[in-house]
Nanobody, 130 residues
Framework: QVQLVESGGGLVQAGGSLRLSCAAS????????MGWFRQAPGKEREFVSV????????YYAGSVKGRFTISRDNAKNTLYLQMNSLKLEDTAVYYC???????????????????????WGQGTQVTVSS
């Protein structure tokens, strides 16, 4: 049974930092691209960032590029998202997601689309205050 468990969310002032973690189990971590999505109240879930096993393919949403850094520890089956210079508009529930990677996979043709992802975590709340 695949499990993705996020942690590290919380309340932070604008300009501050948080680091999210996602512990994965029940899957071959190296076979999956691992990403983060977020959903703010009243809005659709949106792509934040994703990284494949090697890091060769790493993508960021324009709204977070230069402020957020995605990383993964393949030995620990853990994904991270370092979030710096947080803004009010970063407030959302953040979800960890796993996508089967490799040639011919849905992820290889649409890495930022939620439909390319096979497994999802329960989410962790990030609230940025003024």
């Amino acid at each position: 049974q695949v499990q993705l468990v996020e942690s590290g969310g919380g309340l932070v002032q604008a300009g501050g930092s948080l680091r999210l973690s996602c512990a994965a189990s029940g899957l071959t971590f190296g076979s999956y691209a691992m990403g983060w999505f977020r959903q703010a109240p009243g809005k659709e879930r949106e792509f934040v960032s994703v990284r494949d096993w090697s890091g060769y393919s790493t993508y960021y949403a324009g709204s977070v590029k230069g402020r957020f850094t995605i990383s993964r520890d393949n030995a620990k089956n853990t994904l991270y998202l370092q979030m710096n210079s947080l803004k009010l508009e970063d407030t959302a529930v953040y979800y960890c997601a796993a996508a089967r990677a490799g040639s011919g996979s849905r992820w290889s043709t649409a890495p930022t689309s939620s439909t390319a992802y096979d497994y999802w975590g329960q989410g962790t709340q990030v609230t940025v205050s003024s």
